[in-house]
């Protein structure tokens, strides 16, 4: 089943597509460069070269996103329906990593509300202050509001979203869903 960017368990899936897309990178390259013993024309040897040189680059693009996000899993299933039970109050987005120049944030839910941008990030090196400095910055060039809170204690990210009030009690003037979509571009 295909999972989109903000949709739990797209880390663990996008990981499974990935590492299958590296997997088949390898076995090409291998298949040309053995291909190669297989011929005595020379210039047939030289493009099966060429065409294995070349087919590095594209397993490369794939595989250098994969090593960075390797370690960041999906959260457990308790977590999910604990989180779900806050869907009603804004929009909730799971299984974002998002990259700044500085620092990889795997943020296992993101509350977009009215009010401003709640993000757990379970990384508990992450420095706070400079990611939201660069994600608020993020935001600005992009018209939003500047309101990002990362938070990297789970209990304490639970109570901040039982303190949000429903986002219908607001007016929606689209920044939410456009926050968003922000958001999942950032996203690996």
């Known amino acids: 089943m295909r999972k989109k960017k903000g949709e739990y368990g797209y880390r663990n899936y996008r990981k499974a597509v990935q590492l299958g897309q590296v997997l088949f990178g390898a076995a ?8 190669r013993n297989l011929t005595d024309n020379q210039a047939a040897k030289n493009v099966l070269t060429l065409m294995a040189i070349l087919s590095v ?19 457990s299933e ?24 500085e620092q990889i944030l ?9 009010m401003g941008v709640i993000a757990y990030c379970p990384a508990e090196k992450t420095d706070i202050k400079k990611a939201e400095k660069t994600l608020n910055a993020s935001f600005v060039s992009q018209k939003l509001d500047p309101n990002i809170r990362i938070i990297t204690d789970e209990r304490q990210f639970f109570n901040r979203l039982k303190g949000l009030k429903p986002a ?21």
């Open 106 to 114: 795997p943020f296992d839910a993101v509350m977009i509300h009215p």
């Open 78 to 101: 308790d977590f999910h329906k604990k989180a779900a039970g806050y869907e009603s109050k804004g929009v909730l987005l799971y299984d974002l990593v998002v990259t700044t120049k």
């Open 168 to 188: 219908a009690d607001y007016e929606d003037d689209g920044s939410v869903g456009y926050a968003a979509g922000v958001l999942k571009s950032m996203s690996m």
């Open 57 to 75: 680059l594209p397993t490369a693009n794939v595989a250098a996103p994969l090593l960075a996000a390797l370690r960041y899993r999906t959260p």
């Open 28 to 35: 090409a390259i291998v298949i040309q460069l053995l291909a």
